[in-house]
């Protein structure tokens, strides 16, 4: 069975409509890139699936391993192991980074029936993937993101799927604005979580990222709809040609 | 004028009433008394028009017939058990008044150490002279509800450390009001001594027993000697249908250091007053407050911070949260006097509104006669932003658990000022339930808005 599975999505923000009409399959273990230029709906589609409430789905349906993910809350999408690497992490001062993702495990550790970490269990696990995603352990004990650099934040949500373990990881633009030695530390976390269970829908403007982590899919979003699908080499032809190579008035029929 | 025509009977009654039982007082006392309810029937309550009461509607003072608790003929009517609840783990002392009286069964004041004198103020009177510092601070002239407390209080605490004695538990002071049915009045009033270099914190604590109405207006002046370290809490929980006017004046001596925070969970209409007076160089002051209102709930926070030596520093601390209907103000006043030079003083106030009906008036004041300063001042009004609640849901939160979770970090900060583990432990479980209730609260909105739709409401200001 496909992990996720998504058919003619149709959603809008404030009455305009951004996605058209996306078709998208992915199966355990698959990792898919979207890339498109500013606007096409990479954000939102990352968003509808993660189950923003500010985006309204008017038609077409989602199938995330076989349940209707359109009908969830953001909390219970993560609960099911949906996890999105926001592109604009968000600073909350007063919520210390560890007890907020010792508070997230634990949310949905109860909710899959499992019994709450505690703090000596929590810890080691914690300092571990600090080390991978080679942070600075003190800034963990200060609160979420605040204070981070853009690099900073965007390792710390590589931090956190690696803690949540998830089965589907959307990485919405994770890579923009990351310096050369951030985007290695990035998706090295990445890769360290590939697993045959685990898929990937790595959304990105720049084929930079897809050195790094190599995709089995690069599907090209235009004006909200899927123009076209192919191997990592179609990332490369992009990069040559520009997305105006593939829009729809330029394929050749 | 308005004023000339209001009787307000029931505070005249009580003065009558006290009257005859203030015999055995010291004459300087009974002289100030005398004088202060002369300044009372002078000013009456203050209105809407006066420019410190344009936000607070106090005209239900005048119209509810508040009593004095009948003096209780047979056994208090609060028992232990009554209070349990009501106690800070790690206090030092427990001093107990009820309606205002001391209340000596329910306090706890063993084996006080060295150098803390912790006692009721009428007894106090009778063995000491507090001339020097009762009634010396406050000012009765130019505040009614100070000049109507000085008139009509019964009795209250005084706590007083001794030279360079160094007290490391909190004094608890709880006053509590229980009302079986008829409005209560008390005037509570505390003296807080600490000498030069010593250390202490105490602790306020209003609650009720019971739903009935009542008015505190307490006053409180706590003087710091030279390089004294004082902490003062004032923790407001009492009902919903609660008056609480509360003065806190704080005199500080040179080089003096005192932290004054202000938790406001309950209550209807509340006005807390700080007035710390800098009057020794190089004195301190931190003013910390955190006020949580929800139903129709008015919190008013009113500062007056006075800078009248140099190189003092004022901070100033205030965080809102403000659901349904209810109500904040925070006036902070910042006045330097022309001898403050190298003044030192910042002020920041955060508000959340959580409801389209909750409102919050904040207006800062700045008025400086010393050209050497340094004064900022900043307010924010914002709400619980989506971005944050979707970040901490997307992660697995449910919606109440992370609306709980800003809320409390929004909180935490006041709480983070706070140096005195007991006090602040008691504080943070206090401050957990009433954001807990709300969050609960707020998930059974749309029920909730649809009732309060057809409930008789006035809000304060509106009263009179």
């Known amino acids: 069975m496909s992990l996720l599975e998504i058919k003619n999505l149709h959603a809008s923000v404030d009455g305009h409509e951004i996605l058209k009409g996306v078709d998208l399959t992915m199966n355990p273990g698959e990792v898919h890139s979207i890339m498109g230029p500013n606007g096409s709906g990479k954000s939102t589609l990352a968003a509808v699936l993660a189950r923003r409430e500010s985006f309204e789905v008017t038609a077409g349906e989602a199938l995330y391993d076989g349940k209707d993910l359109l009908a969830m809350k953001p909390e219970d999408a993560a609960c099911e192991g949906v996890f999105l690497a926001f592109q604009y992490p968000v600073e909350i001062p007063g919520i210390g980074n560890a007890y907020f993702l ?152 | 004028m308005a004023t000339a025509v209001r009787q307000l009977d029931q505070y005249v009654e009580a003065h009558g009433d006290l009257r005859a039982q203030r015999l055995k007082e010291p004459a300087w006392l009974q002289r100030m008394r005398d004088q202060a309810w002369h300044e009372f029937r002078a000013q009456g309550l203050p209105t809407t028009h006066d420019e410190d009461w344009r936000f607070t509607n106090v005209a239900a003072l005048e119209r509810i017939p508040f009593r004095r608790a009948a003096l209780a003929a047979v056994a208090n009517p609060v028992t232990i058990q009554d209070i349990a609840a009501c106690r800070i783990d790690g ?114 604590d209003y609650v009720s027993l019971g739903s009935g109405q009542a008015f505190s207006n307490s006053v409180t002046e706590l003087v710091a000697g030279q390089d004294a370290v004082v902490s003062h809490y004032l923790v407001e929980r009492e009902n919903l249908d609660a008056f609480n006017i ?35 160089a190089g004195a301190e002051c931190l003013i910390n407050g955190l006020f949580v209102g929800a139903g129709q709930q008015h919190l008013d926070n009113y500062m007056l911070v006075e800078h009248a030596q140099p190189d003092c520093s004022s901070r100033q601390f205030y965080n809102g949260i403000l659901d349904e209907r209810a109500r904040g103000v925070f006036h902070g006043r910042i006045v330097v006097h022309k001898d ?21 008036d904040t207006k800062p004041q700045l008025e400086i006669h010393a050209d050497d300063v340094k004064c900022t001042h900043g307010a924010t009004i914002g709400q619980i932003e989506e971005e944050a609640l979707f970040y901490l849901r997307s992660r697995g939160l449910a919606e109440s658990e992370a609306r709980n979770l800003l809320l409390h970090a929004f909180a935490a900060e006041c709480l983070d000022r706070m140096k005195e583990a007991p006090a602040r432990e008691f504080v943070e479980t206090l401050i957990r339930e009433r954001l807990g209730e709300m969050a609960a609260r707020h998930s059974s909105k749309r029920r909730e808005a649809i009732e309060s739709e057809t409930e008789v409401a006035q809000s304060w200001e509106e009263v009179g």
């Open chain 2, 91 to 204: 206090a030092l002392c427990r001093l107990v008044f009820v309606n205002g009286r001391f209340a000596p069964e329910l306090s706890e004041l063993e084996a006080l150490p060295d150098g803390i004198e912790v006692i009721n103020l009428s007894e106090a009177l009778t063995n000491e002279n507090l001339e020097a510092h009762l009634g010396r601070y406050a000012d009765r002239e130019r505040d009614a509800f100070v000049a109507l407390n000085t008139g009509l209080w019964e009795d209250g605490a005084l706590v007083r450390t001794r030279r360079g004695a160094a007290i490391d538990r909190p004094v608890h002071l709880l006053y509590v009001t229980a009302s079986n049915g008829a409005p209560v009045m008390t005037h509570p009033r505390t003296l807080i001594v600490a000498e030069a270099t010593s250390r202490v914190a105490v602790v306020e």
């Open chain 2, 246 to 280: 509360s003065t806190l004046r704080l005199q500080q001596e040179r080089g003096a250091n005192v932290h004054s925070h202000s938790i406001l969970l309950g209550g209807g209409l509340v006005r807390n007053n700080v007035h710390p007076v800098l009057a020794g």
């Open chain 2, 340 to 360: 403050a030079q190298h003044t030192d003083a910042k002020q920041t106030n955060r508000n959340l509104l959580l409801s389209d009906d909750a409102r919050i």
């Open chain 1, 102 to 253: 010792r508070s997230a495990m634990n949310a949905i550790r109860k909710y899959r029936g499992q019994d709450e970490l505690d703090a000596m269990d929590f810890l080691p696990l914690f300092r571990e993937k600090v080390k991978l995603l080679e942070m600075d352990g003190a800034l963990m004990n200060r609160s979420l993101n605040e204070g981070f650099s853009g690099g900073e934040k965007k390792r710390n949500e590589i931090l956190q799927m690696a803690m949540l373990q998830p089965k589907l990881a959307i990485l919405d633009e994770t890579d923009s604005g990351l310096d050369i030695d951030a985007l290695r530390i990035v998706a090295q976390g990445v890769n360290a979580l590939r697993s045959p269970e685990r898929s990937f829908l790595v959304i990105t403007h720049y084929q930079r990222l897809l050195n790094y982590i190599t995709p089995h899919f690069v599907h090209v979003l235009v004006d909200g709809k899927i123009v076209r699908s192919g191997g990592p080499e179609l990332a490369l032809e992009l990069e040559e040609k520009g997305y105006g190579w593939a829009e729809p008035d330029q394929v050749p029929a």
